[in-house]
């Protein structure tokens, strides 16, 4: 009986997990994704959803001022997520606190010693020792820096990195190991023969207990200068080691593997604790500085560096220069010529900020530092024999295997990052699969590094004659204005805002197992009108219009009315960022208020030539640029302009180095999805297989 009921039991699952019997069924064990992330924790707190669509964009009355900046053109946007408020001040100080924080805990964890350093940072699971730890971090860069020629079938110069991690692992002879040429990898590195362990030894990959205690209690492993004499290396911040006589002071200190370390914030700082507030004494305004003897943060210190990606610049092409050769008896990659240079593989690391200095414009960046050289696709067999016929680990035979030789290509390699490569094969037909790629992606990889605290001074700065001294001294950080629009923003400030915001978010969903989604960013243009507009065609304003008031002759704005008499709507600077009612797709404030900015350059034209579906149009200015290339579109009208900039329609710009007291800003975040009205549809359309096979 009791069999009985098992085999009842598991048909069910039996029945339900079928064999997949070399059907196409996509990989296994990946969540179904659930589009419908307005459920608990899958949207960020307080924005909305604006489904796809299109709109007629353009102005929606005479225009009045004779701009001609907005014709009429009707413009489809993907569906998108929008913070149903402007960014408040509070909102913005959670952004200076961190990077306050974090400029603190990095000093405590410099500054401290042993557990009072690690107690700052987390210590990753596998941690890995020297030399691993170096090999790790080139990854690919250990074949050669992903040159079209250095292929992982490169056995004649990739064998000795293959020997090299066979040493390392204590997988080959000590007495082979002798022959690895200098202990070095073809990219330069230099393996010490100390680090190649015996056969029978046990390898640890890792850190022991010991190691990372060591490496707590040194500041560096490099010998620095202490007074008049120099501190060797490896010598501990004490002069007492630790208690456990294993610990070998090697793996460096605290500054070389800072960079293994995420920052610990669970740890609280305890500012006004004596000995913290030493440690940090040096983030505080000198003596002199101070007024009235008030210990504050020196905030032109609070400097935040972070990343994006030049998606635009990647996605360039140059002309991939190609060689007429004998297709019939070409090969692989896996030689060179008799009198090739011996350091021909062996490049330095990349460093990711380095620039491409092109010297002509024959194509877009192929060519060497000389301006000469490029590399092609030129190997050839010439004795009649493939590849495959010769014998592993055998040494070449150059009379047979050759580079043909010509003055553009002999001798080359791409050692400027993002250069255009030809990734494609020839094949004995002739055929090339016309594959490219960039020698290095680092170059399209920006950072940027930029002080994050609003500029408090902008209240003063923008009115001449005009008495706004309350407003520095308190609108960013008395609470009373908690809930209000920061103002005071450049747009490159805006813009690391929400790189910030991304970051700390993918954080969470990596904590939580789950995937990451798209960055919270600035608006384009067109999708803050789409947005604005409430889903309602030719409407003057965000609650349709054409009239700026209600039925009972309330304003529905926060605007300059009545020739200036500025508290007629019920706001005299600034209001609440959840003031008047929201337009149709919940959001606050998108007329009114503050202006916003957009992440589209301004450009007059911008309409004539930008694309009808996700109309956007950016340019990263330069400092060496002119004034008009650093204009960036500001929308919706502020608490000081007139009823006219207020509409959905009205274009106008600021200069991206500028911080007004007027314009603030909002974050938005691309819809994953066919972005249609009603979320919960999308949950139904995987196909019949998907229902069968998950």
Not at 324 to 350: C, E, I, P, T
Request: charged share 25%; aromatic share 14%.
């Amino acid at each position: 009986m009791k069999k009985l009921l098992s085999l009842l039991v598991l048909l069910p699952l039996l029945y339900a997990c079928p064999t997949v019997e070399g059907n196409l069924v996509g990989v296994k064990g990946r969540d179904v994704f659930d589009p419908d992330i307005l459920g608990p924790g899958r949207l960020p707190v307080g924005m909305v959803y604006v489904k796809s669509g299109g709109y007629q964009s353009g102005g929606d009355d005479k225009d009045i001022m004779g701009l001609y900046t907005a014709s009429k053109k009707t413009v489809s946007v993907q569906a998108f997520y929008m913070d149903a408020t402007e960014i408040s001040n509070n909102e913005y100080r959670q952004f200076v606190h961190w990077v306050r924080d974090s400029i603190a805990r990095e000093k405590l964890y410099r500054r401290s010693f042993d557990d009072d350093a690690e107690q700052w940072v987390n210590v990753p699971d596998n941690f890995f020792k020297e030399p691993y730890r170096t090999l790790l971090d080139m990854g690919s860069d250990v074949q050669g820096g992903n040159t079209p020629f250095q292929l992982l079938a490169d056995s004649t110069n990739n064998s000795e990195v293959d020997k090299t991690i066979l040493g390392l692992m204590g997988n080959i002879d000590q007495t082979k190991m002798k022959k690895l040429k200098n202990n070095q990898l073809i990219n330069g590195y230099k393996v010490d023969a100390k680090s190649f362990p015996a056969a029978d030894k046990k390898i640890e990959v890792t850190m022991s207990e010991a190691d990372v205690r060591s490496i707590f209690q040194q500041y560096t492993n490099k010998e620095i200068n202490k007074g008049n004499k120099k501190v060797k290396p490896g010598t501990p911040d004490k002069t007492q080691k630790s208690s456990k006589s294993n610990t070998a002071y090697d793996q460096g200190g605290r500054i070389e593997n800072r960079k293994y370390f995420t920052l610990n914030w669970e740890t609280p700082i305890e500012y006004e604790e004596p000995e913290t507030a030493f440690i940090l004494s040096d983030m505080y305004y000198g003596e002199t500085e101070r007024f009235y003897n008030r210990k504050e943060i020196d905030t032109r210190l609070l400097f935040f560096d972070y990343y994006w990606i030049d998606y635009k610049e990647a996605a360039k092409r140059g002309k991939v220069v190609t060689k007429s050769v004998d297709a019939r008896k070409s090969f692989g990659y896996d030689s060179l010529s008799a009198d090739a240079n011996d350091n021909l593989y062996k490049r330095s690391r990349r460093e990711p900020l380095s620039k491409d200095y092109k010297k002509n414009d024959l194509h877009r960046s192929t060519l060497d530092q000389n301006g000469q050289n490029v590399w092609l696709d030129t190997t050839i067999f010439s004795k009649g024999k493939q590849w495959g016929e010769v014998t592993p680990g055998s040494p070449i035979d150059r009379s047979q295997y050759s580079v043909n030789d010509t003055s553009l290509v002999k001798q080359t390699i791409l050692e400027n990052p993002g250069q255009d490569l030809d990734l494609g094969f020839t094949n004995s037909k002739g055929q090339h699969n016309a594959i490219r790629g960039h020698s290095d992606r680092s170059r399209y990889i920006i950072k940027e590094r930029i002080n994050v605290y609003p500029d408090t001074l902008c209240w003063v700065r923008d009115f001449t004659y005009s008495y706004h001294s309350p407003m520095t001294q308190n609108y960013f950080w008395n609470n009373a204005y908690d809930n209000y629009p920061v103002v005071g923003v450049t747009w490159n400030q805006a813009k690391a805002f929400s790189v910030w915001r991304t970051q700390i978010f993918n954080t969470w969903l990596l904590s939580n197992g789950d995937m990451f989604v798209n960055d919270f960013r600035l608006p384009t243009e067109s999708e803050w009108e789409r947005a604005s507009r409430g889903d309602l065609d030719i409407s003057q304003y965000p609650w349709g219009g054409p009239y700026i008031r209600n039925s009972s002759g309330c304003f529905l704005a926060n605007f300059k009315p009545l020739r200036g008499r500025y508290f007629e709507d019920g706001g005299f600077h600034t209001v609440k960022v959840y003031s008047y009612n929201p337009n149709g797709f919940g959001l606050y404030c998108m007329a009114g208020n503050v202006a916003e900015w957009c992440s589209t350059a301004f450009d007059e034209s911008q309409y004539e030539f930008g694309h009808d579906m996700n109309s956007d149009y950016d340019y990263y200015a330069k400092d060496g640029d002119p004034p008009a290339k650093k204009r960036k579109v500001i929308r919706g009208g502020s608490w000081k302009d007139i009823g006219f900039y207020l509409m959905n329609g009205t274009r106008t710009y600021e200069y991206q180095d500028t911080a007004k007291s007027y314009i603030g800003f909002r974050n938005v975040m691309t819809h994953m999805g066919r972005g249609g009205a009603d979320l919960d549809q999308e949950n139904g359309e995987e196909i019949q297989s998907d229902i069968q096979l998950k």
